[in-house]
């Protein structure tokens, strides 16, 4: 179809946010902050590479997740620790917070719940904001490396990839049967992962992560978590993913809890209050 006259004059029509977060509840960071000033470690758990491991994060806590060896991206899932069907929405994340997340934002919960889950308390790639590809990091617009795209696209069987080994994981962790387990792996929050969408074709593209060992994500817990984080077989995602080629480095999740008082005036969000009565 040949352009109409007016094609420009469309073009030009200057964006409107969808969801302007004026009125969005805000988290007190500074009281998180100083919470995390005073607490101390109470559990490590080390991911494998190509693996995925679980770990539970009580309200009120921080989960540290940390590059060790290597630049290593990770693949995170969070659900409500006494309920699988309260898990992380990635697609309202992003709608609420943009493509990527940093110090500030939070993580929601799927519907009808509606909540943070967690909030973001430090990143120290922060720094990184957005390059000149439009690429930036820890993406709320992936989905996760996945056997089923794997196959479609290659013809092989993977085993490896988040998707997998994140089923792996929550199965071994709540005892369901793997095709089960399998059910509640959702799309999830890329983890020092570099990504962003070519402003020519519109297509998804992931660059090597900035992430060094020593740097971190860290989130306070808004409700009790369970964390179930994948160490992509993509590596750094430079190259390839879904497959044996990268190279792939463990990733560390740590748990602290703040001192006794140091949360006082803090309340858990309590879920969305929407009647679901939907009109009838
Ligand atoms: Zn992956």
Redesign the pocket.
Known sequence: MPEPKDAAARRDVPPVICYPVETLPQPDLPLYQAARAGARLVETVTVAPRDAATITVPGGCFLRMSSVDGPQVG?LNLFAADDLSERFYSGKTRALHGTHITTGDRMWSSFPHLRPMATVVEDTLGWYGMDQFGGSVHDVIGT??DPYTGRLLSGDDYHY??HSNLTRALATHTGLPLAEAEMHVHDVMNLFMCTGFTRDTGQYFMKASPVRPGDYLELFAEIDLLAVL?A???GDCSTV?SSDDAACHPLLMQVFVPADGALDGWVPPARNAYSRTHGV
Do not use: M
């Open positions: 693949d996760r490396c990839c988040c994948s992509c077989p993509g993913h």
